[in-house]
């Protein structure tokens, strides 16, 4: 099983659902049958980013179709800043214990984020409990500019230190690029600017040489190329066909990373103190990928059906686990 790709196909996520929605039976949490009235209103999400990127189209896709699921609407609230810190930090100051509200975020770089620094509340407080995709890390290129492939960059890069957009430095896809510096010899410099949108942008005015994101992200912007996934397959070869395979073209000796893991995430205290209704949540979030709604929606958002990647609680476990490992790993490139 991959690092960083959910091994849960649409096969299995129903498996994850039933063995997730059984915590509530696990001992020391108490059975309390509130469900039937649950929610009794609408959920707050807490977004730690700011709105029109990634996890704002993955949240407003799923959250679209999830409300006829759970009948209840969604209202999201965004608080971008210190690199997704200033969201969990809010959530976690503010939010209820009583399910009603989520946190829907991009695991790895937030993750990534704990390792680097961690946060006020512990670790413990908090878990994801529903992936929604996996989107590969991802080097892209100006079309009109003299970089053209990875090979380009990396020559390059050992003539002079490359700047590099990214929307936050604590990041799968910039963890990647300084694998991928130190493995080449090249010299790179991560300039974070906040976001997908600023992170394009810096590279389309040039501002910056070269960029990385998670790759639904960049590809199919007009005036940027993406010549390069930190993955060991390409899923969407129609819309990235130059794309090289970077973990196994340079021997980077990485899993693959998924740069872009969004899921929603809950008080541990919510979810212990009201397990009906923290599986009416998993059970209705699950029934969502098997909505045809859901797929219209995606595609309707520009995002790449192939990347929807369904994963409960265990999953997102095993995701944390190694993002955390592999952050540690290589702590001293994320830090210095």
């Known amino acids: 099983m991959s690092m960083f790709k959910a091994a849960h196909t649409r096969r299995s996520f129903l498996r994850i659902s039933s063995s997730v929605a059984a915590a509530g039976a696990v001992s020391g949490w108490p059975s309390i049958g509130h469900a039937a009235t649950f929610p009794s209103r609408n959920i707050q999400v807490y977004i730690p980013t700011r709105a029109g990127g990634g996890a704002d189209r993955n949240f407003r896709s799923f959250a679209g179709v999830w409300k006829n699921h759970l009948n209840a609407e969604f209202e999201p609230a965004f608080y971008p800043g210190a690199a997704g810190r200033v969201g969990y ?84 896809a910039s963890l990647g690029m300084l694998v991928l510096a130190r493995k080449t010899g090249m010299k790179v410099n991560l300039i974070p600017l906040s976001g997908g949108k600023n992170t394009r942008n810096g590279v389309l005015t040039k501002e910056v040489d070269i960029g990385v994101l998670p790759a639904s992200s960049a590809m199919g912007r007009k005036g940027l190329n993406v010549i390069g996934l930190f993955d060991d397959k390409n899923v969407v070869p129609d819309k990235i066909p130059n794309a090289v395979l970077l973990n196994t073209a340079y021997d980077l000796g990485i899993p693959p990373l998924a740069a872009g893991a969004r899921a929603f995430g809950i008080k541990t205290a919510a979810a212990k103190g009201y397990p009906d209704r923290y599986e009416r949540l998993v059970t209705t979030g699950m029934q969502v990928f098997k909505d045809p709604d859901y797929k219209k929606a995606v595609t309707a958002a520009k995002a790449p059906w192939s990347m929807i990647t369904p994963g409960g609680a265990d999953a997102c476990k095993a995701y944390v686990d190694n993002i955390t490992a592999l952050g540690m790993e ?7």
């Open 330 to 336: 290589y702590r001293d490139l994320l830090t210095g």
């Open 89 to 172: 930090e809010t959530y976690m100051g503010k939010a209820g214990d009583d399910c009603h509200e989520l946190i829907f975020g991009n695991m790895g770089p937030e993750v990534l984020n704990w390792v680097v620094k961690k946060p006020t509340f512990s670790l413990d407080d908090y878990f994801y409990f529903l992936m929604v995709d996996a989107d590969p890390g991802s080097i892209f290129v100006p079309a009109d500019g003299s970089m053209k492939t990875v090979d380009d960059v990396i020559a390059e890069g050992k003539k002079r230190t490359l700047t590099v957009a990214t929307s936050r430095l604590a990041h799968p």
